[in-house]
């Protein structure tokens, strides 16, 4: 349990002072922690530092650690399981072998009375039972409440997006099944791709597939030009 009399800026230094874990070592050390214990003999034989193999997990613990409230925790870990529910690996869907939601709450959710959110968040509604009042204090910023509340809302939708395609469905399926426009699709992500590093790898993805579009686009044209040509070249040599 944390220090009582002791404050933190967010949940990574919280963790880390509780659990003497090194700062260097925080994903991977709450990762171990997060894996069910039936499956993590089979997690240590994948590797658990492989961070392309868990890409999922250790983005969302590197989100979690950054965040200072309880709302953000909560808003992280439902989006980590809709991309869980839609990802439809074997290792992660049929094996288990994973972080779960249940087991990083119960890492975290602990540490949040030490921690001492951020001005910018203070605003925000709380995510608990209709019947529970909203929080009433507002620090004023630059940006008003419902605009940061839309923003929240469309980071989430885009890291739904993520997973949709990871799962293989098509840009106009994933833009259909987020509630989002395909014409906004890249604008929004070049708005948000900072904010975690699965946004970033959508908005490179996106762009490369619109340039290899382009490119089949000009080799299917080229094609037809060369064959256009060689026609013509038989057709005037009698060659036909």
């Known amino acids: 349990m944390p220090d009582p009399g002791k404050q933190y800026s967010n949940f990574k230094e919280a963790y880390c002072a509780v659990t003497r874990c090194p700062p260097a070592g925080f994903e991977r050390h709450v990762f171990g922690r997060a894996v069910n214990r039936f499956t993590l003999p089979l997690a240590v034989l994948f590797g658990l530092g492989n961070r392309n193999l868990f890409g999922p997990d250790y983005e969302t613990i590197q989100a979690i650690g950054v965040s200072s409230t309880i709302h953000e925790l909560q808003v992280l870990l439902g989006d980590f399981e809709n991309r869980h529910q839609v990802e439809r690996s074997f290792r992660r869907q049929t094996l288990?072998?994973?972080?779960?939601?249940?087991?990083?709450?119960?890492?975290?959710?602990?540490?949040?009375?030490?921690?001492?959110?951020?001005?910018?968040?203070?605003?925000?509604?709380?995510?608990?039972?209709?019947?529970?009042?909203?929080?009433n204090s507002v620090v004023p910023t630059s940006e008003p409440s419902e605009?940061?509340?839309?923003?929240?809302?469309?980071?989430?939708?885009?890291?739904?997006?993520?997973?949709?395609?990871?799962?293989?469905?098509?840009?106009?399926?994933?833009?259909?099944?987020?509630?989002?426009?395909?014409?906004?699709?890249?604008?929004?992500?070049?708005?948000?791709?900072?904010?975690?590093?699965?946004?970033?790898?959508?908005?490179s993805h996106l762009r490369q597939r619109i340039e290899l579009d382009r490119l089949q686009a000009e080799n299917g044209q080229l094609r037809r030009v060369v064959a256009d040509l060689s026609d013509r070249l038989l057709n005037a040599t009698g060659r036909v």
């Open 147 to 203: 605009s940061r509340e839309g923003s929240t809302l469309m980071v989430r939708r885009l890291r739904r997006l993520h997973a949709e395609i990871v799962a293989g469905r098509s840009l106009s399926q994933a833009a259909r099944q987020t509630g989002i426009r395909e014409e906004d699709v890249l604008p929004a992500l070049v708005e948000h791709m900072g904010t975690f590093a699965d946004l970033t790898w959508l908005e």
């Open 96 to 135: 288990g072998i994973r972080a779960t939601a249940t087991r990083l709450d119960r890492l975290f959710r602990p540490l949040a009375k030490s921690v001492v959110p951020r001005a910018a968040e203070a605003s925000f509604p709380s995510v608990a039972p209709a019947s529970t009042p909203r929080w």
